[in-house]
């Protein structure tokens, strides 16, 4: 690819912080000083779009269904070096801020707004200049801070003409842009740091700028062991990645909002309220967290909405980026077949889990020791999982739910030696040695953990197939009694001895 070398956001947008995971910790801790750029406009103009095209990824979700944002989300933006954040809103029309959800909405793009040191007033080029935009652009002026404003699906230049007529909303600059291609975004991005005086850094050569903004080709991993392999390859860095998830009004944002201090995410008594995760980074008692709130999670058969199933399936995408799921469950409902379902998807994923039960302000002393027992029904196939009471409503048990949730992420990072698991299983074996195979015994030469996150181990034998899967769980069991492992899944990979390397 040939290309001049220049300051330009590339045909992806602007860097993403991974894609270059080294630099990770370093965005962060430039971001946290760095100006903020809240992205404003009327609903369905491609704000959501735009603010993928910024971090990368698709990280807000994106449909042509009006309203579909409805809290804020941040994001970190490096661009050749110059750092700033970025905050997607929801779309404001006055008219739909008569409702609940319209006027939350509302009240959450202006806390973005005032929180700000600049704005980007995103617009529909394709549908034209609205009654609403003149509005929302009458409202930008008065803030006194600097406005970028963003013409949007201006896809090529022969539409640039369609541009022209929001010159009369008074702004003395506009940017043709395509949020879905990319066009136009070195010129916005451009102007957006110089007036925000960020230094301008020296350009890569030619090869660094192609590998910079070389797209993620990688595959998802199809095995449970290599995906093992994986997360021993991702030692955790940064905050502690908590998603919370959970069927819809268990609770989930009111649980998000009481840990941020703030409504960050919009709450409802109306299902569904949250569509997109919301990603907030807290200090809780000297403890750094990134918080995600994930879209509530019906069964499949009863999604019909293509807004919902959008939103489950980031909902569900958040468990391969999360440390720590936390199921939250209703308490006055108790769990359900679907709350079992959700615990499974988090074991096989890998994650530590923590259920959390929450509305115990609802429950008296006989229906708490009902509750008990239905969780030991329900989650009978994962005792390991534990569980606390709260009330995110009045704060009761938050304390000790984020003392558990450290406990289960530290069980989830543990490693045991492999001359201790050794010594251990000599035990193990000689008290219920493995089942006869074809006639021959089958043997353990030796035992490793060969991953963390979650704990993996390595089983050498003379005969694999020999090792039933009953076998196999009483092995975790044992695994399990000795050394805990409570709050994290186990997986254990039986191998052949006389294979090379062994």
């Not at 007036?195 to 449970?224: K, M, R």
């Not at 409902?333 to 994650?351: C, F, I, K, N, W």
């Not at 989650?379 to 999982?385: E, G, N, P, Y």
């Not at 052949?496 to 390397?501: F, H, R």
Request: hydrophobic letters at 40%.
């Amino acid at each position: 690819m040939s290309r001049k070398p220049r300051a330009t956001a590339g045909k992806t947008g602007v860097r993403q912080t991974a894609a270059v995971p080294k630099a990770s910790a370093e965005l962060a801790a430039a971001a946290s000083k760095a100006p903020l750029v809240a992205v404003v406009g009327r609903p369905n103009v491609g704000k959501s779009t735009l603010f993928n095209r910024f971090v990368g990824g698709r990280p807000a979700l994106v449909h042509d269904t009006p309203g579909l944002t409805r809290d804020r989300r941040y994001g970190d933006v490096e661009y050749f070096g110059r750092v700033f954040r970025i905050v997607d809103t929801g779309g404001l029309d006055p008219d739909a801020a008569r409702d609940v959800i319209g006027a939350g909405i509302h009240r959450q793009a202006h806390r973005a707004l005032a929180e700000a040191d600049a704005i980007l007033f995103v617009l529909d080029g394709a549908a034209g200049l609205t009654s609403v935009d003149v509005g929302l652009a009458k409202t930008l002026r008065t803030l006194g801070k600097p406005v970028f404003v963003a013409v949007n699906k201006i896809d090529s230049p022969k539409r640039d003409n369609l541009a022209s007529e929001f010159f009369g909303l008074g702004f003395e600059h506009l940017w043709p842009v395509s949020a879905a291609h990319g066009r136009g975004m070195d010129d916005l991005v451009d102007a957006m740091t110089e007036a925000l005086g960020l230094t301008s850094p020296i350009e890569p050569e030619v090869d660094e700028f192609d590998e910079l903004f070389a797209p993620d080709v990688g595959e998802a991993l199809p095995s449970d062991e290599q995906r093992a392999a994986e997360d021993l390859r991702r030692a955790p860095t940064g905050p502690l990645r908590v998603a919370f998830i959970g069927k819809p009004n268990a609770g989930k944002s009111s649980l998000a909002n009481r840990l941020i201090g703030e409504e960050r995410s919009l709450v409802h008594d109306q299902p569904g309220t949250t569509t997109d995760p919301v990603d907030t980074e807290i200090n809780f008692l000297g403890r750094a967290y990134t918080i995600v709130d994930t879209a509530g999670i019906r069964r499949k058969a009863r999604i019909e909405e293509d807004v919902e199933k959008l939103s489950v399936t980031l909902a569900i995408s958040q468990l391969e980026r999360a440390d720590v799921a936390v199921l939250v469950i209703d308490a006055s409902l108790g769990p359900s077949e679907q709350d079992a379902r959700l615990a499974g998807m988090v074991a096989d994923a890998g994650r530590a889990l923590l259920i959390v039960c929450n509305k115990s302000d609802l429950l008296d002393a006989t229906a708490a020791g009902e509750l008990a027992q239905k969780m030991k029904d329900n989650f009978h196939f994962m005792s390991w999982a534990p569980y606390v009471l709260i009330s995110a409503a009045r704060g009761d048990g938050v304390d000790k739910m984020m003392d558990a949730v450290d406990r289960v992420s530290a069980q989830h990072r543990s490693r045991i030696s492999t001359s201790e698991l050794n010594k251990f299983f000599a035990e193990v074996c000689e008290v219920t040695p493995p089942p006869i195979y074809r006639g021959q015994g089958v043997r353990i030469y030796y035992i490793t953990q060969g991953a963390v996150r979650p704990p993996t181990f390595v089983v050498w034998a003379n005969q694999p197939k020999g090792i039933s899967p009953s076998y196999k769980r009483f092995l975790m069991n044992q695994l399990r009694e000795r050394y805990g492992f409570r709050g994290t899944p186990l997986r254990v990979f039986i191998r052949n001895k006389s294979q090379p390397g062994a």
